[in-house]
């Protein structure tokens, strides 16, 4: 079994839901798959600056934000070119979680922490059903999992940590049973439940973090983490040219880069993989010939 999880920009548009979801069926063909995605490009920060807007009471400009983030999914949705039905159905989903975000932050008393990540976990929500459509339009059967019946973390709202025993029953019983049936399972990244069922996000950059725990739960071979970079950098390559290339590291050292910044990796992501030896590889959704970064344990230990 592999996870894969794609980024941001990977699905920052409909025509690149497309593209990603023909990798999925290559892959899908091979082997035991589970996705899982981020929100689209930019609109975590977006439903940030939303929750914000409430927080203070703006709820005029906050209004034209959601005004605004409906219209980038119903765009993407546009470019899948779905058959009627599906697009409509689809359209439906879109539409029902655009009315429960817009009556939670309207009913909201104290915009609490606990408030923000459940409102911040709507761009992954949104595109898991996204991908989902843009698969089974190309014959991949595939079905949105909302992560909260999947991962189980601790109750630091904004950073929590996944709790792996508690993770391990629930996956078990909301994914396996789908992999029998050959159905793709698309998670949604970067948020979990707590033990009593409240939303909590694992931190920026998290939806990696949520592949890596789900590759450690379900004993998956490997996960492959699909950004927009060929792999790991010593620094940003798109600002600086000098940046080193990795093609190989070693568990520690990854997560070294990731505590030193390296926006590439979540400072979490590699300690589940480490633990069972489960390669991870930072692969270019762009340029998926490419071999990327492999992070491993190394030959000799
Ligand atoms: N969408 C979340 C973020 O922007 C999680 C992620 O991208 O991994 O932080
Ligand atoms: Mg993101």
Redesign the pocket.
Known sequence: MKIMKF??SSLGTGKRMLHVAEIIKKFSNKSEVVIVV??MNG???KLISLFQKCKSRDFSTAFEEIRILHGIHNSALRDLGLRKNDYVHIKKSLYHLFGDLSIYLFLCKDYSLSDYDYV?SF??KLCSHLLSAALNKIDVIAKPIDASSVIVANNMFGNARALLADTKIKAKKSLLPLLLKHIVPVVT??YAATKEGKIVTL??????Y?ATILSNVLDAKEVILWKEVDGVFSTDPKKDDQAKFYSELLYSEALALAERGAKVL?SEAMKPVKSKGIIVWVKNIFKPDLIGTKIWKGVSQ
């Open positions: 980024g941001g981020s929100a609109v975590t920060d911040i761009g992954e990244g970067f931190g920026r950059g998290g939806s990696d949520s979540h």
